[in-house]
């Protein structure tokens, strides 16, 4: 008899972007003809930088002729783009990361959710709540949890993010092995100093942890004295992994790359307290497991590093944070004080009622879509999370209506 892997049974059974739209589409289904704005799922809206494109035709013709032509490639990525991000996204910070210490992917989704297999069965994890669901899941599925009760894993520490600690969760109590963190977060469009990254620094350097650290939405940070990488702090090198992604940088969400570093010193331990290079490891998984991006993709990410190409990745993120500030501005004049949105593209904005009642009201009276805080984790009750993914237009045009419902 085949048998199935049980834990996936544990998974809460609706997707939050599931049941959102399930209530748009029967909100779309009552109201013919009525026009939805979506300020809900995290996608890009415009399209990929010129240089991007360009260079991707152009690898896309060295596919066509016997003397260009690439098969395989290297698993871990072409040396052409890993080196350009050492340079331009790491050494140009002051952070000495080297083009060996960094794995080439296809998203930042795979690359967190996969991540966990390199860790022992009983390993200590700490989560933050609210959080990006695949820290959570990938977990679940690995069997690291108990049961869900009230919209938490028995087993997984919680790490609290909440308007009193400004969204940025302090050191937990008890002893854990492995801590996801992300900054800019998602959904809180939070984001950590440089004190604030090197207290979970020191604590794993102490207790022998290990932080995995999403940076996916580095991109966005315009405060020259935040931190765009966890490698800017003294020591993270022996304690923490980074993952990166062209996805919201770039609008790589449909074209695929990301990038994770594992810089050579980061170790994890054996149950006799030997220490093993995680870059040993995962260069082993990566080999076994995956077959590397494509030539014309990895081209087109390397075009992001070009004079050109940083200078429309820059234009590209100053649009949607301009956005950004439209809707923080508007919703915390209406009264509904707002969170992120300076150095992300998310905006938390706390509500006068639960965030599925808010989610409704404004989908029903404003034709609006967001996200319900409740659906990242039960810290995010009482909140919404709006996206700034979208047309100028879509935006003010959102923005307008949600003013004419609340009059
Ligand atoms: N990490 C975070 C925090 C995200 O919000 C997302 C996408 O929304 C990802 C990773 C996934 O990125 P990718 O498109 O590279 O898989």
Redesign the pocket.
Known sequence: MIRINEHYLKLTASYLFSEIARRVADYAGKNPGKEIVRLGI?DVTLPLPPACIAAFHRAVDDMASVKTFRGYGPEQGYDFLREKIAEFDFRSRGAAVSPDEIFVSD????D?GNFQELFAHDTAIAVPDPV?PVYVDSNVMAGRTGENRGGRYAGLVYLESTEENGFIPGIPRERVDLVYL?FPN?PTGATATKDELARWVDYARENRALILF?A?YESFIRDGALPHSIYEIDGADEVAVEFR?F?KTAGF?GTRC?FTVIPKKCRAYTGGGEPVFLHQLWLRRQTTKFNGVSYPVQRAAEAVYSEEGRRQVRELGDYYLKNASLIRERMSGLGYPCAGGINAPYIWIKTDRDSWSFFDFLLEKAGVVCTPGAGFGPCGEGYIRMSAFNSRENVEKALERIAGALA
Do not use: E, L, P
């Open positions: 995290g998203g930042a989704k795979c967190t990006y992300c998602n999403d996916a992604s996805s969400t990301a």
